[in-house]
């Protein structure tokens, strides 16, 4: 079946512009989970998902991000007034539930400029 | 307290070898420890996990050892091929909080032929 799907792949934009990232999650699977992944570093956990509702958003760096999943499915992560320092590639992953295996998307590298 | 300090950042091995990538923690409450290979321009894909109730886990070629008193756990990968060259990644997780991955730095592994 279909694997995590992330939209778009690239995304360039200016600083203090606002950015949305799509995760289209596997179906079925209630969990859904967004990172960022520096260059030369791994994945930092930002916020985590059982279905609707944000369960953990501890890893969010500020208030300039937020993140939704309205219908259990879809999840939007959504960037305000963007800085330089928030260039990295973000990583969406999903799992069946919550102590399921995470399968990760192949990202959305941003770039601001 | 939270880290998981990975080692080598990059290690190079030639075909048929034994790569071997080190982790370390400090949180005894881990109990969750994945491994994750990652392509160019691909999310990463869990390899291998072990919890700490068994010191070594073998799945084909690779293989998890976990040392609880040193706090420490290692992938090995035998008989190396050109096509294992990626970036891998530990990671850790708490037993109440699975859905919030604490990844390592990356060890960059290329095998030559």
């Known amino acids: 079946g279909a694997g995590v799907s992330q939209t778009p792949s690239n995304k360039v934009t200016e600083k203090g512009k606002y950015v949305e990232l799509r995760c289209d999650p596997i179906?079925?699977?209630?969990?859904l989970y967004w990172y960022r992944q520096s260059l030369g570093q791994g994945p930092e956990f930002l916020i985590y998902?059982?279905?609707?509702?944000?369960?953990?958003d501890s890893g969010l760096p500020n208030d300039r991000f937020f993140a939704v999943r309205p219908e259990g499915s879809v999840s939007t992560l959504k960037i305000q007034r963007t800085e330089r320092g928030d260039s990295a590639v973000y990583l969406c992953a999903s799992s069946y539930d919550r102590s399921g295996e995470q399968f990760f998307g192949p990202g959305t590298r941003l770039t601001v400029l | 307290q939270q880290q998981v300090k990975q080692s080598p950042q990059s290690l190079i091995v030639q075909k048929g070898g034994i790569s071997i990538i080190n982790c370390a923690y400090e949180?005894?409450?881990?109990?969750?420890f994945p491994w994750y290979q990652q392509f160019p321009g691909k999310g990463p894909a869990l390899l291998i996990a072990?919890?700490?109730?068994?010191s070594e886990k073998k799945e084909g070629r690779f293989t998890i050892s976990f040392n609880k008193s040193a706090k420490q756990f290692s992938l090995h990968i035998m008989d190396s091929q050109p096509g294992d060259s990626a970036t891998y990644f530990c990671?850790?997780?708490?037993?109440?909080?699975?859905?919030?991955?604490?990844f390592g730095t990356g060890t960059r592994l290329q095998v030559f032929p």
């Open positions: 179906s079925g699977h209630t969990a």
């Open positions: 072990i919890r700490p109730d068994v």
């Open positions: 998902f059982q279905g609707t509702g944000a369960a953990d």
């Open positions: 990671a850790a997780s708490l037993p109440y909080n699975t859905d919030k991955l604490i």
């Open positions: 949180n005894t409450a881990f109990d969750y």
